[in-house]
């Protein structure tokens, strides 16, 4: 058959699935399809200009940016309080060219953001969508510091930085702004509301609406005039997604908000939706054992670290992303990995992340490790063999410096900073592992935010912002874009569903 012919079945074959649902492809008799398009009602319960599905960073944002408009906005949350992953995250906004890096005399800008997100990404993200990105995250980045009067904490280095774009702010006051300023400009924000399907105009042939229901099951539909904005998260929370998309992070432990168990990115593919990165979910590396939240996590290596195993022996560059780190962690003998340093190296750790004081505060101790004034020594007391790894730092000391590691480490973090030698006492070694903060990754989404069906198509009427979008990190993920990407494409995604200019 011509490719026009094979267009065409494939787009009268989409609309039959809309029109019928997949059942009505088939005879009568054949048994019901539960993933099948759910038509509008004669009448919604409500009608708002723009209906929001989420309320964590993207759907806080992008309401209380609409309301500010003048828009009649709804944003629906399945669970009992607002923020999300945002709220709990490690609040590490990355942007470039912004008034914090020139005061520190960091020389950034949007092209060199781009060239590294596409770097850290291998290739496989969307350039377009990073372009939008990181031109909305300076914009959203700057609003943000204006209307709120914050300032970052600090602005840092980290994975996949060529230079310091991380401004570390407290997560939760951010994302707190963020939801009083939506009720503020009169957003109305209602809890315990689970979006349940998305609702289809068959005549329009575009998503109109939500149905939702309460903790008692009730159920309300939610009409919407200009789409839906799915601002869902993502799944980490949902371990037969996990075990569909990423077998590899089964063990590891999910820090990311109570509600992202995938509900938008299964409403969507009801319709077709299509998604993108599905196959790189990687947990992040650096957390102390059993970690319970963001504040558990140190970032050492990209001070200058090394990582073993149990057996003493480095299975990964330090210097690569946080993410392939954490894969790779997860992969060793009994899931087991340690960070080791020197005294240098724990004094230029210090200042570089607010967290680590809470792991090295003090020279000589650690609440989270092992401490010794050689290397066998705090080898013996970790259970690793001294003589493994006093050859693994030997061989590191000896080549690492001077740009011949046998890893290929040749800077601390990303393309920033060059190796240092471990060798002042004292010596710590902190055991670490992997936990899963987020699955950067979901729906398939154009530079315009409009969820992308099967066939490459929008799907009228359906937008996504946020985590549960997919196609921004590729194959990994630059620190600092999870939480940028929640409130500037919030912004982002309301401005395309109205042709705001």
Not at 70 to 81: D, N, P, R
């Amino acid at each position: 058959k011509s490719l026009k012919a094979i267009g065409k079945n494939q787009a009268f074959y989409r609309a039959s699935l809309i029109k019928g649902g997949i059942a009505g492809l088939f005879s009568a008799g054949a048994a019901s399809v539960m993933a099948t398009p759910k038509d509008q009602p004669q009448q919604f319960d409500e009608v708002y200009d723009l209906v929001i599905i989420g309320a964590g960073g993207a759907g806080l944002s992008a309401g209380g940016h609409a309301a500010e408009d003048g828009m009649k906005v709804l944003i629906l949350e399945k669970m009992s309080f607002p923020g999300g992953s945002s709220a709990i995250s490690g609040g590490q906004w990355a942007a470039a060219g912004t008034p914090f890096q020139k005061a520190e005399n960091i020389v950034d800008s949007e092209e060199l953001f781009i060239k590294d997100m596409m770097e850290v990404g291998h290739g496989v993200c969307d350039p377009e969508l990073v372009k939008a990105f990181v031109s909305a995250s300076g914009r959203e980045h700057d609003w943000m510091t204006k209307t709120s009067g914050m300032k970052p904490i600090k602005v840092m280095v980290n994975s996949g930085m060529s230079v310091p774009r991380s401004h570390r702010y407290n997560s939760s006051k951010v994302t707190m702004f963020y939801y009083e300023y939506a009720k503020k400009m009169g957003a109305k924000i209602v809890m315990n509301a689970k979006a349940e399907h998305l609702l289809w105009d068959n005549d329009k042939k575009e998503i109109t609406g939500v149905s939702v229901s309460d903790k008692n099951g009730n159920i309300k539909n939610y009409g919407s005039k200009n789409g839906v904005l799915l601002a869902t998260g993502g799944f980490a929370r949902n371990p037969k997604l996990l075990a569909k998309y990423s077998p590899g992070s089964k063990d590891a432990v999910a820090i990311s908000g109570g509600g992202t168990t995938g509900d938008g990115l299964l409403m969507a593919q009801e319709y077709g939706a299509d998604v993108a990165d599905v196959a790189y979910v990687k947990p992040t590396y650096g957390f102390t054992l059993n970690p319970k939240h963001v504040s558990d996590k140190s970032s050492v290596f990209y001070a200058g670290a090394l990582i073993v195993n149990n057996k003493g022996k480095r299975f990964i560059r330090e210097n690569d992303s946080y993410m392939t780190i954490g894969e790779a962690a997860l992969a060793q003998d009994k899931g087991q990995s340690f960070m080791v340093f020197d005294e240098t190296i724990r004094v230029q750790a210090l200042p570089k992340d607010p967290r680590e004081p809470r792991f090295m505060g003090e020279k000589g101790k650690t609440d989270f490790g092992f401490v010794g004034n050689t290397i066998e020594e705090v080898a013996q007391k970790a259970g690793i063999d001294p003589k493994a790894l006093r050859a693994t730092v030997d061989d590191y000391n000896a080549n690492a410096p001077k740009g011949t590691d046998s890893l290929g480490r040749n800077t601390l973090a990303g393309g920033y900073g060059k190796p240092i030698a471990l060798t002042e006492a004292p010596f710590v070694i902190i055991p670490a592992t992997a936990c899963l903060l987020s699955t950067y990754c979901g729906l398939k989404v154009n530079k315009d935010l409009q969820v992308l069906d099967v066939f490459g198509e929008p799907i009228k009427g359906l937008y996504a912002a946020g985590e549960v979008c997919g196609g921004f990190h590729g194959q990994s993920s630059m620190s600092g874009t999870g939480f940028a990407k929640a409130f500037s494409l919030g912004r982002l995604a309301y401005e395309s569903m109205t042709q705001k200019k």
